[in-house]
């Protein structure tokens, strides 16, 4: 398995680079897997969350290792995801906290990076 920076948000490209993958694929995927739902930022980018790039390298691994189908690597999932437990509310209230300071961060970066242009 690939691993993966210790990092709280990581861009398409990011994750495209870790699972050798093409942006495009990762787009599809997120359409035929409801599992894999990254954040978008207030420009439009796509946040993957750590918890995303594992689900996307378990599709990988489903996919290209395991010759499963998109069906059925979606069902292996769903399989999955009825075992888990449910995440706490506090859980869930931290992880929206931090998917908010991503937004801010990157509509800040973008606005120092404009700052910069006009200079």
């Not at 059925?72 to 075992?83: I, M, T, V, W, Y």
Request: proline share 3%; charged share 30%.
């Amino acid at each position: 398995m690939a691993d993966i920076p210790d990092k709280l948000f990581f861009k398409i490209g990011e994750v495209a680079d870790l699972l050798d993958l093409k942006t495009h694929v990762l787009r599809y995927w997120e359409t035929e897997f409801k599992c894999l739902k990254p954040v978008k930022s207030r420009s439009n980018q796509r946040l993957y969350r750590r918890q995303d790039v594992e689900t996307a390298l378990l599709i990988k691994d489903l996919l290209y290792q395991r010759g499963f189908t998109i069906a059925g690597a979606r069902n292996q999932l769903d399989r999955q995801k009825s075992l888990e437990l449910p995440v706490s509310p506090r859980e869930e209230l931290s992880h929206s906290a931090r998917q908010r300071l991503a937004q801010v961060k990157s509509d800040m970066l973008a606005l120092r990076q404009s700052l910069l242009d006009n200079q």
